[in-house]
């Protein structure tokens, strides 16, 4: 099976400028979650869809947003993106949606804002 | 903060040591769950332990949890250059239906 997908590789965009994630998880898999990565906070939580519902969201502000289509595939926007926003960002799926799987990370987004 | 804690931030050894990291929480968990980062590349899952277990191995990872001291451990023996990477404790809380949450992780470097 294909690991999961993300596009793309790497961005650069300007302050106050918004921005599209996509993440396309493994095949069958329904949770798609997201993390936000950078050196001084390490990884923190962004949200995670499980058939196409928002199920939990962590504490980011209302700039940051996703959704998850009918095929799994999610995807994820920062608007008015300002310079705190530069990181790695990752998503990661599982099979069912339970907590006691493992997640299966892409290799991630990194965004550079200017 | 509920992360878990990584310890040591870093560490160095050569090829052939064993590597020991370890990590700490702070409320009750359902599993606690170790990772791998190569630089820049997504986090790869290595090992999942339940609260009720103590241990479990995977090839030359061996991994130990205490939940009356609130922290486990990742022993890596015979450690390669191909071993250098971050790695994290993941914990699944209690609480609920909460998501994974994260340490910062320990870097480890294995010298050849």
């Known amino acids: 099976k294909a690991g999961v997908t993300q596009t793309p590789r790497y961005l650069i965009k300007t302050r106050g400028q918004q921005v599209t994630l996509s993440c396309s998880p493994i095949?069958?898999?329904?949770?798609v979650s997201w993390y936000q990565q950078t050196p001084g906070q390490g990884l923190q939580f962004l949200f995670e869809?499980?058939?196409?519902?928002?199920?939990n969201k962590g504490n980011f502000p209302g700039r940051f947003s996703g959704r998850q289509f009918s095929n799994s595939r999610s995807e994820m926007n920062v608007s008015t993106l300002e310079l705190g926003d530069s990181a790695l960002y990752l998503c990661?799926?599982?099979?069912?949606?339970?907590?006691?799987?493992?997640?299966?990370f892409g290799n991630g987004t990194r965004l550079t804002v200017t | 903060s509920q992360q878990g804690e990584e310890d040591p931030q870093a560490l160095s050894i050569q090829e052939g040591e064993n590597a020991t990291m370890n990590c700490s929480y702070k409320?009750?968990?359902?599993?606690l769950q170790w990772y791998r980062q190569n630089s820049g590349r997504g986090l790869v899952h290595l090992i999942l332990?339940?609260?009720?277990?103590r241990e479990k191995h995977s090839g030359r990872l061996r991994v130990t949890l205490d939940t009356s001291k609130k922290s486990s451990s990742l022993l890596i023996t015979a450690s390669r250059a191909a071993d250098t990477a971050s790695y994290f404790c993941?914990?699944?809380?209690?609480?609920?239906?909460?998501?994974?949450?994260f340490g910062k992780g320990t870097r480890l470097s294995v010298i050849a």
């Open positions: 990661a799926s599982s099979p069912d949606g339970s907590y006691n799987s493992p997640l299966h």
């Open positions: 095949s069958g898999h329904r949770s």
């Open positions: 869809y499980f058939s196409e519902t928002q199920r």
């Open positions: 409320t009750s968990i359902n599993n």
């Open positions: 332990i339940r609260s009720n277990e």
């Open positions: 993941a914990t699944l809380f209690n609480s609920g239906n909460t998501p994974l949450v």
